[in-house]
């Protein structure tokens, strides 16, 4: 899953030079790293779907800016999803090893003098654990931002939803949507399939009280409905995204990351 910029320019860490790395520093570059995981997307969507929206925005994002330098790093491809073991093709990280690669990787890009890190995450085992990696960096003094893809456009999913209510689901109506613009050959709708959910809770208290997600959490693997999904809805929320994620690397680009003590502390 090697995806360049349509218009040449480099962006990929991994391809970058050492004298380009020397004349990013003084620009105030950001670095966006994508994070995801292998894993099953129900019968019709491949393993990937995971680290391919996130890897995706953040090129496409690093493509439209130009008056800054804006990295992608290499993907953090594997992450927590134990509980998609019981499907095959998955391969999960433990939860403390994927938060060990995560500081690992930001404790790297910092000590190189890029301190304008964005964790793009795009999988939801990932959400805590991402979040938890950042909070365990802050107190090292360093400060990454850690977001999840989805929760840039809430607003824009609940209102564009037909069948899912705004939930991002798993290989339901958004990630087919998304996987139908960004690469429509890997997606076999023929296969495609609506699982019913299996709730502990009824609707009122499964709003406030859940449990973690566990094996076969569903006959497929699929939460959400793929019937609704189309690339055009796809490439719709794709733009919007980017957009979002442009606009946060042009005001982290502007502002300094914090700094732990810095209002002051007199513990060690």
Known sequence: MLVRPRSGKKVLWQETLRHEFQEALPRRPVVIVPVG??????????QDVDISIPYHLAIAAADAIDDFPVLVAP???LGFTHYNMGEV????????TFIAVLCDVSRSIWANGFHRIIL????????????AAAVKLAEEDVWPVALTYWHMADDELAAWSEADKGSIGHGGEWET????????????MPRAVKDDWRLKFGPEVGRFAKFPERRREMAHGVMGDPFVASAEKGERLF????ERLVALCREYHEIDPPRYR????HCP
């Open 89 to 96: 093709g998955t391969i999960t990280l433990s939860l403390e």
């Open 120 to 131: 793009l995450n795009g999988h939801g085992g990932n959400e805590q654990p991402t979040w």
């Open 75 to 77: 993907p953090v491809t």
């Open 239 to 242: 733009t919007t995204l980017v």
């Open 262 to 265: 810095e209002f002051g502390s």
């Open 37 to 46: 995981s292998v894993e099953q997307h129900g019968p019709h969507c491949p």
């Open 177 to 188: 949507s998304l996987q139908l613009h960004l690469r429509p050959h890997l997606v076999d």
